[in-house]
């Protein structure tokens, strides 16, 4: 794995580590939270490290998170 894909995966890896209190969250806020981690990293993964992707992918995750989450 390339140095520019793992650095912004780690960056939001560390980021949803801010969620780490989970008990205020709504299983909403919670889904969104996992969705906005993982999409980030499939977009950091599939753009190369690119900046855009990387942050499409986190607020599309987030988007489809808080829609799974919404049905709980």
């Not at 989970?22 to 969104?32: T, Y």
């Amino acid at each position: 794995m390339k140095t520019r894909t793992l650095i912004p995966a780690a960056l939001i890896v560390l980021a949803t580590t801010g969620c780490a209190t989970w008990d205020g969250m709504s299983s909403r806020e919670k889904s969104a939270a996992i969705g906005a981690g993982v999409g980030g990293v499939a977009g950091a993964v599939v753009t190369d490290g690119g900046i855009l992707g990387t942050v499409g992918g986190a607020a599309i995750g987030g988007v489809i998170g808080d829609q799974v989450g919404k049905k709980k």
